[in-house]
């Protein structure tokens, strides 16, 4: 099957864009995630910048991101939660976020459609796993800083 785009009609170009732009969107949401989590956690304790989240969105840039993005998390997660004393897994997310960057290299090799649509299948679900993880964690600290606050506030002076 070949992708031929003068063979397109217009309804079929408006599609792909409108999908392109949605995926855009999800990977955007997704990057924002990060960007928010890495925020809550301590500056000593950060192994990458807030603003870095968004290199995620580079084209074949992001091929090599997302494997790093998965361990500058991590070893951000854990400084934090050590600092913290919040007892969570070790290397938070690595091996989750390490498959969803290995399944993203492997959907780009040329193969049969049906093996692609399988392997994109299986892609999606640890990404959406993947980035539900990491928003559980920006909600842990979210929860704690409000914890720390309280605490704050019921001391006497």
Same mark, same amino acid.
């Given at each position: 099957?070949?992708?031929?785009?003068?063979?397109?009609?217009?309804?079929?170009?408006?599609?792909?864009?409108?999908?392109?732009?949605?995926?855009?969107?999800?990977?955007?949401?997704?990057?924002?995630?990060?960007?928010?989590?890495?925020?809550?956690?301590?500056?000593?304790?950060?192994?990458?910048?807030?603003?870095?989240?968004?290199?995620?969105?580079?084209?074949?840039?992001?091929?090599?991101?997302?494997?790093?993005?998965?361990?500058?998390?991590?070893?951000?997660?854990?400084?934090?939660?050590?600092?913290?004393?919040?007892?969570?897994?070790?290397?938070?997310?690595?091996?989750?976020?390490?498959? =969803?960057?290995? &399944?993203?290299? #492997?959907? +780009? !090799?040329?193969?049969?459609? %049906?093996? =692609?649509?399988? &392997?994109?299948? #299986?892609? +999606? !679900?640890?990404?959406?796993? %993947?980035?539900?993880?990491?928003?559980?964690?920006?909600? +842990?600290?979210?929860?704690?800083?409000?914890?720390?606050?309280?605490?704050?506030?019921?001391?006497?002076?």
């Amino acid at each position: 099957m070949e992708l031929n785009l003068e063979n397109l009609d217009q309804e079929s170009i408006v599609a792909l864009a409108g999908l392109a732009v949605i995926f855009l969107l999800i990977k955007a949401l997704y990057a924002n995630t990060f960007r928010t989590t890495l925020k809550l956690i301590a500056v000593e304790n950060r192994f990458m910048k807030p603003g870095e989240a968004w290199l995620i969105l580079i084209p074949v840039f992001n091929i090599y991101w997302n494997f790093e993005l998965a361990k500058r998390m991590a070893n951000s997660l854990t400084n934090e939660f050590y600092d913290r004393k919040i007892a969570e897994e070790e290397a938070p997310g690595r091996s989750s976020g390490i498959t =969803v960057a290995m &399944l993203y290299v #492997v959907t +780009l !090799f040329p193969m049969p459609v %049906y093996l =692609v649509m399988s &392997l994109n299948l #299986v892609y +999606l !679900f640890y990404f959406f796993a %993947y980035w539900i993880k990491m928003n559980r964690f920006k909600e +842990l600290l979210k929860d704690h800083n409000a914890f720390l606050a309280e605490q704050r506030k019921e001391q006497p002076e």
